[in-house]
């Protein structure tokens, strides 16, 4: 127990200040949905990832954002298990069409209001898998998207300057 | 086991010789390419079974004319692959079921029959398997004549009739979990059956992430689909495009420079480390102990960082192209990752004696995701989960191919197949990785990164097989007329480690199911392609 004890004192806090996203339209984005997350959710939001298709590069960045260093938690922005409890998807991969449904009950199961966040390449243009027999694409072709974070996967900071321009605190 | 030079082939074949299956030994590149009837298809492997051989991969090819279907299984013992081959003809495309023997290739069956319509007679589990209703029944994606596009729906209809095994009696139920989970993960379905709190079956239906990776390879550069390998599973991105390089290399006839695989080497070791920095965090989070994950989180965090820095990506994609890699790496670079390392070292020292010291972590992990060594061989079960049940197999040491092949590789086996083992068997891994990317950095000398790529003839074909961070990856081209891709087959060590799972967390409590699962932690993208 000492060890561990020594440990945490030792490491102390890692965790690091992030700025603001800079991207005017990015900027534009956040402003709009701060107004409606203000009026709605009191500075809180709840966040249901679903994979509908991804290789899983994805889900690795957004698990960092609950690591040590990025502590998404501390802006009130928290992974819940359930769609029921959640304010916003975070939707990444090309929506396989094995997915299809499940993201629509998925989407279904959230409450009203609620926004979606296409996350990473092929969530947001189909990536390289693009549309094919087994793959719709892009996440808008299946459910309505309101705010896209490219990148292949979004590093921790690109997901945390989208989200924030979600929260713009 | 023996890793001596002597090889069992010549034996072999006699033995198959007086069972009376004929062989006609050819080959692709320095891999023995085994061609037999269709009708010895099940003979063979009931002989290789006999033989200790384990069963590696299996994938089937249409013949450009249409005509005929060539049907692959690889085998291997004592790190020799051998590529076993038969031709069926297209009407009525049939041949029969090798996962009588082997049960390893049951699912692997399964997905070809999906793909391909070909029919393994008396398979011991004839349900659909990639399949669920994106395509009609008997219609078959990997065929020539099926466009990449298809004939899809406005909205894929849900898998909802998939016959699962029923279990009945007084206080059985069933839980089903899935295709969306609760946490940050892949899809896909679990269902259990239990009475109180103890598994008595475990199903898993994969498939939900199928997007079409085999057929829309077909008619890529290799440059293509080298990008394209990096994305099967992202978590394996430098494993999967090492091996799909490495198979196109093969069928081009090209060497990579050595100063190339040298940095390929320490990409792919840098690539262990990170995963396994991971799921060692998230086997103890998965059983309430937050400091370990914290600690781990912390650490794979700065070694992604340094990716970053040093290598352009955090994950490292497409930092391995067609004939070598894609940036060099300074003597700065290798200076800055030898200390990295002795820094981690340290940590280590501080992190594992307070895990291994902890009454808690014990509690949970020890004897619990019991994976018995002779089921773990069985099951062909490959990596970490295979080693932490005994199974001593590398392709690094076994096969070895450049840049391993210059230094030995040590390979931690334990044999007490629980959670902890494998725990315990990703430290040293880790342990192991860390000295190889000194050696790799301290034998880098200057030279050229990339060999000039030559178009192969049409036909060619090339098989790469590495150590991922999860186990061995087979890889399957062949190439079409004009430098594209006609054939492209990854098999992810998760095909044969899914299973392993089905198995291990029997008479479990269904509370144990996250950590057993993460102890595993089977890819989904990277096994339904």
């Given at each position: 127990m000492l060890r561990l004890f020594k440990k945490i004192l030792a490491t102390g806090v890692v965790t690091e200040r992030v700025k603001a996203p800079k991207d005017d339209e990015l900027e534009q984005l956040g402003i709009e949905i701060k107004r409606h997350i203000d009026r709605k959710f009191s500075g809180s939001i709840a966040i249901r990832e679903v994979?509908?298709?991804?290789?899983?590069g994805c889900e690795l960045e957004i698990h960092a954002l609950n690591n040590p260093f990025y502590d998404i938690e501390r802006f009130g922005i928290h992974f819940v298990a359930s769609p029921r409890h959640a304010d916003v998807l975070l939707v990444t991969g090309p929506v396989s069409r094995h997915m299809q449904t499940a993201l629509l009950r998925t989407y279904e199961a959230t409450p009203d209001p609620k926004w979606v966040i296409a996350a990473g390449d092929c969530a947001a243009c189909g990536g390289e898998f693009g549309i094919s027999y087994a793959s719709c694409g892009a996440v808008s072709n299946v459910i309505p998207v309101d705010m896209v974070i490219p990148g292949c996967p979004p590093t921790p900071l690109a997901l945390m300057k989208g989200l924030l321009g979600l929260m713009h605190r | 086991m023996s890793h001596s030079n002597s090889s069992w082939k010549t034996d072999f074949l006699k033995q198959a010789n007086e069972a009376g299956i004929s062989v006609e030994q050819l080959a692709i590149g320095p891999l023995s390419l085994w061609q037999i009837v269709s009708s010895d298809w099940q003979r063979f492997a009931e002989l290789a079974v006999q033989h200790n051989l384990r069963w590696v991969a299996g994938w089937a090819e249409q013949e450009q004319e249409q005509e005929w279907f060539l049907i692959n299984a690889c085998f291997e013992k004592q790190g020799r692959h051998v590529l076993l081959r038969t031709r069926v003809h297209n009407p009525k495309p049939e041949l029969p079921s090798q996962a009588t023997v082997y049960p390893a290739a049951s699912r692997s069956e399964r997905h070809t029959q999906d793909m391909f319509g070909l029919n393994f007679v008396n398979h011991p589990d004839n349900r659909p398997w990639t399949r669920h209703k994106a395509w009609p029944k008997n219609s078959y994606p990997l065929r020539k004549d099926f466009p990449a596009q298809g004939e899809p729906e406005a909205v894929t209809p849900p898998d909802r009739d998939y016959p699962f095994v029923k279990a009945y009696g007084a206080g059985v139920y069933e839980i089903p979990v899935g295709p969306?989970?609760?946490?940050?993960i892949e899809p896909g379905h679990f269902r259990f059956q239990a009475v109180g709190e103890t598994i008595l079956n475990l199903e898993e239906r994969l498939g939900?992430?199928?997007?079409?990776v085999e057929k829309i390879?077909?008619?890529?550069?290799p440059e293509q689909l080298a990008r394209l390998a990096g994305r099967i599973s992202g978590d394996t991105t430098v494993g999967h495009c090492w091996a799909a390089c490495m198979a196109m290399e093969q069928a081009a006839g090209i060497d990579i420079p050595s100063r190339a695989a040298l940095i390929r080497g320490i990409l792919a070791e840098r690539e262990r480390v990170a995963n396994h920095l991971g799921d060692m965090g998230a086997i103890c989070n998965d059983v309430g102990f937050a400091f370990a994950q914290m600690q781990f989180t912390r650490l794979r965090e700065l070694w992604l960082r340094t990716n970053a820095q040093l290598f352009g990506h955090r994950l490292l994609m497409d930092r391995i192209v067609p004939g070598g890699v894609a940036f060099d790496l300074s003597e700065q670079a290798g200076i800055a990752i030898k200390r990295e390392i002795a820094h981690l070292r340290v940590e280590f020292s501080e992190i594992l004696p307070a895990l291994d010291l902890n009454s808690s972590l014990e509690d949970r992990l020890y004897t619990a995701g019991f994976l018995s060594e002779d089921l773990a061989a069985a099951l062909g079960t490959l990596g970490y989960v295979g080693r932490a049940s005994g199974?001593?197999?590398?392709v690094r040491r076994d096969a070895p191919y450049a840049p391993y092949d210059r230094l030995a590789v040590k390979v931690p086996v334990e044999t007490q197949s629980d959670i902890a083992s494998r725990f315990w068997v990703r430290h040293k891994e880790i342990n192991v990785a860390l000295k190889l990317i000194g050696q790799f950095i301290d034998l880098l000398a200057p030279g050229e990164l990339r060999s000039a790529w030559q178009t192969p003839t049409e036909g060619r074909e090339g098989l790469g097989i590495i150590e991922g961070w999860r186990g061995e990856i087979i890889t399957y081209v062949r190439f079409d007329a004009g430098n594209t891709i006609a054939r492209f087959y990854p098999r992810d060590p998760s095909w044969l480690n899914w299973p392993a799972l089905e198995k291990l967390?029997?008479?479990?409590?269904?509370?144990d199911f996250p950590v057993c699962n993460k102890s595993v932690n089977g890819s989904y993208s990277g096994h339904d392609l």
């Amino acid at each position: 127990m000492l060890r561990l004890f020594k440990k945490i004192l030792a490491t102390g806090v890692v965790t690091e200040r992030v700025k603001a996203p800079k991207d005017d339209e990015l900027e534009q984005l956040g402003i709009e949905i701060k107004r409606h997350i203000d009026r709605k959710f009191s500075g809180s939001i709840a966040i249901r990832e679903v994979d509908a298709g991804s290789c899983n590069g994805c889900e690795l960045e957004i698990h960092a954002l609950n690591n040590p260093f990025y502590d998404i938690e501390r802006f009130g922005i928290h992974f819940v298990a359930s769609p029921r409890h959640a304010d916003v998807l975070l939707v990444t991969g090309p929506v396989s069409r094995h997915m299809q449904t499940a993201l629509l009950r998925t989407y279904e199961a959230t409450p009203d209001p609620k926004w979606v966040i296409a996350a990473g390449d092929c969530a947001a243009c189909g990536g390289e898998f693009g549309i094919s027999y087994a793959s719709c694409g892009a996440v808008s072709n299946v459910i309505p998207v309101d705010m896209v974070i490219p990148g292949c996967p979004p590093t921790p900071l690109a997901l945390m300057k989208g989200l924030l321009g979600l929260m713009h605190r | 086991m023996s890793h001596s030079n002597s090889s069992w082939k010549t034996d072999f074949l006699k033995q198959a010789n007086e069972a009376g299956i004929s062989v006609e030994q050819l080959a692709i590149g320095p891999l023995s390419l085994w061609q037999i009837v269709s009708s010895d298809w099940q003979r063979f492997a009931e002989l290789a079974v006999q033989h200790n051989l384990r069963w590696v991969a299996g994938w089937a090819e249409q013949e450009q004319e249409q005509e005929w279907f060539l049907i692959n299984a690889c085998f291997e013992k004592q790190g020799r692959h051998v590529l076993l081959r038969t031709r069926v003809h297209n009407p009525k495309p049939e041949l029969p079921s090798q996962a009588t023997v082997y049960p390893a290739a049951s699912r692997s069956e399964r997905h070809t029959q999906d793909m391909f319509g070909l029919n393994f007679v008396n398979h011991p589990d004839n349900r659909p398997w990639t399949r669920h209703k994106a395509w009609p029944k008997n219609s078959y994606p990997l065929r020539k004549d099926f466009p990449a596009q298809g004939e899809p729906e406005a909205v894929t209809p849900p898998d909802r009739d998939y016959p699962f095994v029923k279990a009945y009696g007084a206080g059985v139920y069933e839980i089903p979990v899935g295709p969306v989970h609760a946490g940050i993960i892949e899809p896909g379905h679990f269902r259990f059956q239990a009475v109180g709190e103890t598994i008595l079956n475990l199903e898993e239906r994969l498939g939900y992430v199928h997007k079409g990776v085999e057929k829309i390879a077909e008619g890529r550069t290799p440059e293509q689909l080298a990008r394209l390998a990096g994305r099967i599973s992202g978590d394996t991105t430098v494993g999967h495009c090492w091996a799909a390089c490495m198979a196109m290399e093969q069928a081009a006839g090209i060497d990579i420079p050595s100063r190339a695989a040298l940095i390929r080497g320490i990409l792919a070791e840098r690539e262990r480390v990170a995963n396994h920095l991971g799921d060692m965090g998230a086997i103890c989070n998965d059983v309430g102990f937050a400091f370990a994950q914290m600690q781990f989180t912390r650490l794979r965090e700065l070694w992604l960082r340094t990716n970053a820095q040093l290598f352009g990506h955090r994950l490292l994609m497409d930092r391995i192209v067609p004939g070598g890699v894609a940036f060099d790496l300074s003597e700065q670079a290798g200076i800055a990752i030898k200390r990295e390392i002795a820094h981690l070292r340290v940590e280590f020292s501080e992190i594992l004696p307070a895990l291994d010291l902890n009454s808690s972590l014990e509690d949970r992990l020890y004897t619990a995701g019991f994976l018995s060594e002779d089921l773990a061989a069985a099951l062909g079960t490959l990596g970490y989960v295979g080693r932490a049940s005994g199974q001593d197999f590398d392709v690094r040491r076994d096969a070895p191919y450049a840049p391993y092949d210059r230094l030995a590789v040590k390979v931690p086996v334990e044999t007490q197949s629980d959670i902890a083992s494998r725990f315990w068997v990703r430290h040293k891994e880790i342990n192991v990785a860390l000295k190889l990317i000194g050696q790799f950095i301290d034998l880098l000398a200057p030279g050229e990164l990339r060999s000039a790529w030559q178009t192969p003839t049409e036909g060619r074909e090339g098989l790469g097989i590495i150590e991922g961070w999860r186990g061995e990856i087979i890889t399957y081209v062949r190439f079409d007329a004009g430098n594209t891709i006609a054939r492209f087959y990854p098999r992810d060590p998760s095909w044969l480690n899914w299973p392993a799972l089905e198995k291990l967390v029997l008479d479990n409590i269904v509370p144990d199911f996250p950590v057993c699962n993460k102890s595993v932690n089977g890819s989904y993208s990277g096994h339904d392609l």
